[in-house]
């Protein structure tokens, strides 16, 4: 029986310790079918969004020297030479932004130059390239030393995508996991103005009429409203949990299920792994299990609510704690009583704790 990777979201990783690995491969034919530059794609935490996320770092990436072995008999390579001429043809950049976080915006600003500098560190070999300018490799140089200025800061992604197309005369790949992750920490710990103002030069630099690049992945949780971060990004879609686009590629479904369940023999407990783990429905696709529920059962083998303490829920216990009507409305739902409310799925951070609207588009995009 093959090894449970619980936490590991490495998709090299998993496969060359050969974790079990629900075959997710096809959102990489559905990423490159998908006709936006820039797709934002929003899921419940816990929903397998970073292993998603690097499975296409792995694929793409030009400079990955093993990257049949890693994709060897999944669906993707069965899907034909439009998409298996695409494994290993495109230069990446992967960023995460899960640690761009901190008490005060000063020191959100250091996290962020790390963030940045480990994306940087794996596009070294650029100083010895003979197409990047000496005065462009002290620039990078200045961001290996976290020595760069907030300007600098702020065109680093856009920077390093001339100097990949032009080194490998090729479009990149641009895959940002986790974009939400700042703004949210900045509105709960009181400095979102500073915060909002930095990351809407920084995206905006880095996605509108970069002509390096040749498709954008970002994921997250929450959909933050465009016009507040976003505006004036061109050919930008969204993908949440109410649409169909992508609705097979996270978490589990019923299909994956039978397999898993089959694989491990538990067909005595699965009425109650469905009662307990398979209330997601992302689009047109019912029943999804939680893949961190899952994985932690097969461990276990006991019932709980694995996935209620994986991550902070600081803006949830704000927003509840300021906002009585949700709170009754809540209380209502947990006494199986129906509701109707409002979903708004753009949201608006600013002052969310008094619009109700908003408030249930944050619940629904994280999972609740």
């Not at 703004?183 to 979102?192: I, K, P, R, T």
């Not at 479904?253 to 429905?281: A, L, P, R, S």
Request: charged share 30%; aromatic share 14%.
């Amino acid at each position: 029986m093959q090894g449970i990777g619980i936490g590991e979201s490495d998709f090299k990783g998993l496969r060359m310790r050969d974790y079990y690995f629900i075959d997710k491969s096809l959102f990489i034919k559905d990423i490159l079918d998908n006709s936006s530059k820039i797709a934002l794609i929003t899921r419940p935490r816990r929903f397998g969004k970073t292993l998603n996320m690097s499975m296409l770092k792995y694929y793409f990436d030009c400079k990955t020297t093993d990257n049949e072995e890693l994709f060897r008999d999944l669906k993707i390579m069965e899907q034909g030479e439009k998409y298996t001429s695409k494994l290993g043809y495109y230069p990446v950049i992967y960023m995460t932004l899960k640690d761009v976080q901190d008490r005060n915006y000063e020191n959100m600003i250091l996290n962020m130059k790390t963030a940045v500098l480990e994306m940087y560190q794996e596009h070294m070999y650029l100083l010895n390239s003979d197409k990047i300018y000496e005065f462009e490799k002290e620039k990078i140089k200045e961001i290996l030393y976290t020595r760069e200025n907030e300007v600098d800061l702020k065109n680093s992604v856009k920077e390093l995508s001339k100097y990949l197309n032009r080194h490998y005369g090729k479009p990149v790949m641009l895959l940002v996991d986790e974009y939400d992750v700042p703004l949210q920490n900045a509105y709960v710990e009181g400095y979102y103005e500073e915060a909002i103002k930095f990351f809407k030069t920084f995206y905006g630099v880095t996605f509108k009429d970069n002509q390096y690049l040749e498709k954008t992945v970002i994921t997250g949780v929450s959909r933050v409203a465009k016009e507040s971060i976003f505006s004036g990004a061109n050919n930008f879609k969204v993908y949440t949990v109410l649409d169909n686009e992508f609705s097979r590629d996270f978490g589990i479904t019923k299909e994956e299920m039978e397999k898993v369940i089959e694989d491990f023999e538990i067909q005595e407990e699965k009425e109650e792994i469905q009662k307990w783990y398979d209330g997601y429905t992302i689009g047109n696709t019912t029943g999804i299990y939680n893949p961190w529920s899952i994985l932690n059962y097969i461990t276990d083998r006991k019932l709980i609510p694995y996935w209620v303490n994986t991550s902070s829920n600081d803006l949830i216990k704000l927003i509840l704690k300021n906002s009585t009507t949700v709170k009754e409305k809540i209380e209502r739902l947990l006494k199986n009583e129906a509701i109707e409310v409002v979903v708004d799925q753009e949201t608006v951070i600013v002052g969310i704790e008094q619009n109700e609207d908003n408030i249930w588009g944050l619940l629904v995009g994280t999972g609740y």
